[in-house]
């Protein structure tokens, strides 16, 4: 099956610093790729849709300020959180599609968890 | 706007026995997907199966098996003979069939637990 990978798992960083999370697929081309955050014992809150080549689709309350999402190619999209406050810890999901059919999935990458001192 | 309702915010199953887990969602569309995802505790999200809403016969994947019903706008996950590792947070979500990003809309979770 399709596989999806991000980098890091788990990243700590310090309040006002910004960090990168690296969503790959890798066997397949991604058109679209979509951002979820979800807090302990919650569900999976989308925070914004990306196409490669274009520019990412924010939901509504997600500071695309804060929130930098790039879909520089077909395998590769990135979420930048920008001076990152302790309010910003939480688990990072990515997901993927293959294609723009409907019947195609949704590939979820294993998540970052981001801790913020 | 689509809404995912699951009432059940916690399950528990005795190994080997069967568990429902109910799900029921709003919308105003005749073409779209309903999944069931699990999330274990190393939070990997996992598709355990899908129902087109155009298909009449309700999906089955082994021992899970979902009772759709259009009408009511209902859509429960079956897990039959459950076992240990069935254990984990399941997601009831939809997904429009139309439109060009496909984005899922997922319910709170209901988390199960199973019992040796």
């Known amino acids: 099956g399709a596989v999806v990978s991000q980098h890091p798992s788990w990243v700590i960083c310090k309040s006002g610093t910004s960090v990168k999370i690296e969503c790959r697929s890798l066997?397949?081309?991604?058109?679209?790729m979509f951002w979820y955050r979800q807090f302990p014992k919650q569900s999976l809150m989308l925070m914004a849709t990306?196409?490669?080549?274009?520019?990412?689709?924010?939901e509504q309350g997600v500071e695309k300020d804060k929130f930098l999402i790039n879909h520089a190619s077909l395998t590769l999209s990135t979420l930048t959180v920008t001076s990152a406050h302790p309010e910003d810890s939480s688990f990072y999901i990515c997901?993927?599609?293959?294609?723009?059919?409907?019947?195609?999935?949704?590939?979820f990458g294993p998540g970052t968890r981001l801790t913020v001192t | 706007a689509q809404t995912v309702t699951q009432s059940q915010p916690e399950m528990s199953v005795q190994e080997a026995e069967t568990v429902t887990l109910s799900c029921t969602y709003d919308?105003?569309?005749?073409?779209?997907?309903l999944f069931w995802y699990k999330q274990p505790p190393s939070r990997q999200m996992i598709l355990v199966i899908r129902?087109?809403?155009?298909?009449?016969q309700n999906a089955t994947e082994n021992r899970f098996s979902v009772n759709f019903q259009k009408a009511a706008k209902s859509f429960s996950l079956k897990i039959s003979d459950s076992q240990l590792g069935d254990a984990a947070m399941y997601f009831c979500?939809?997904?429009?069939?139309?439109?060009?990003?496909?984005?899922?809309?997922f319910g709170k979770g209901t988390l199960l637990t199973v019992n040796p």
């Open positions: 997901s993927a599609r293959a294609g723009l059919r409907p019947s195609y999935e949704q590939y």
């Open positions: 066997d397949f081309q991604a058109t679209t």
């Open positions: 990306s196409n490669e080549g274009s520019k990412a689709t924010y």
């Open positions: 919308t105003s569309e005749s073409d779209y997907y």
């Open positions: 129902q087109e809403a155009y298909k009449q």
């Open positions: 979500a939809y997904r429009s069939g139309g439109g060009s990003n496909y984005k899922l809309t």
